[in-house]
């Protein structure tokens, strides 16, 4: 079941590498570019940087027992780890 899409503002080049290197170190495979599909531990996101400052996830797929809202708050977490917003 696909979630609503959710838009993090203030990503900079910095926060974006640093969270997609974190959520790759978790065993999340995320693919080089701006845009593409993050997959890994039964999630499948869509991820679109405008390569300024915002970075809008769509998960389009999760285990029936995570909720959009864990779902995206454990993407939310990698974000503020990497001082985003």
């Known amino acids: 079941m696909a979630c609503s899409p959710v838009t993090f503002h203030h990503v900079t080049l910095d926060v974006f590498n640093c969270m997609k290197k974190k959520l790759e170190e978790s065993g999340i495979h995320v693919p080089s570019g701006n845009k593409g599909e993050l997959s890994g531990h ?8 405008d390569g300024t400052s915002n970075l809008t996830i769509t998960v389009k797929q999760k285990p029936f027992f995570i909720s959009c809202g864990t779902a995206i708050g454990k993407i939310q977490d990698f974000v503020h780890q990497c001082h985003g917003n």
């Open 42 to 49: 039964g999630v499948v996101a869509d991820y679109d940087w």
